[in-house]
Structure formats: C-alpha cells, structure tokens
C-alpha cells in the first residue's frame, strides 16, 4: 500500500515535498505526474540506491528514500506551472521498464500539486 502526501498549491519558483508512505520496502519507486487532459508521465524514480530523472525535472527535483522508515520523498524545488498536476508513488519489487506505467505493480492514490 502506498499512501503520498505533500501536495498543495505554490507559486511559480517555489517549493514542495512530496511524501511516499509504504506498507513494506520495496526496491524501485517512482513519482509520476498527469496533468488534465494527459498522459500520466514518469518524472524521477529510485531503484535501490541510484536515482534518475527526466529532463523536465532534472536539477529541480530530487527523490531519496529514508529505508527505515519505508518513505520516498520527491523534493521539488524551481517549480513551474507546467509542474501542475496528480503526482503518483508507483513501487514495484524487481525494476520495471522505465516509466511505463503498466511495468509498475503499485500506485498510491495521488496528491494534487498546482503551480499559479
């Protein structure tokens, strides 16, 4: 199960945490995001301890994990209304195929993120 928390509304060129809360450790979490009218996108994911980032994010976001705790956090800073949307906690125990949403077994409910 997992549940995130964190988001909110912010101006252009602040900041916000994400929170990811798991039932149990995992080896691979992403955060993914989906705008009105879009696809669900893949933004940054953590597979063990190496962690990834796609272009739109890079240097902006960062995404750790606190093991003991079974958190993911998506720490995004800079953030631009093209930022705007449901941002998702996916979690898979073997390495899913990129940011293909159907390669990731579990989902979180989502968390609103609105940038204006």
């Known amino acids: 199960q997992l549940v995130e928390s964190g988001g909110g509304s912010v101006q252009p060129g602040g900041s916000l945490r994400l929170s990811c809360s798991a039932s149990?450790?995992?080896?691979?979490v992403g955060w993914f995001r989906q705008a009105p009218g879009k696809e669900r996108e893949g933004v940054a994911r953590i597979l063990g301890g190496n962690s990834y980032y796609v272009n739109s994010v890079e240097g902006r976001y960062t995404i750790s994990r606190d093991q003991s705790r079974n958190m993911v956090y998506l720490q995004m800073n800079s953030l631009k209304p093209d930022d705007t949307g449901v941002y998702y906690c996916?979690?898979?125990?073997?390495?899913?195929?990129?940011?293909?949403?159907?390669?990731?077994?579990?989902w979180g409910q989502g968390t609103q993120v609105t940038v204006s």
């Open positions: 149990e450790y995992t080896y691979s």
């Open positions: 996916a979690a898979d125990s073997d390495v899913p195929r990129g940011y293909e949403t159907t390669s990731w077994r579990y």
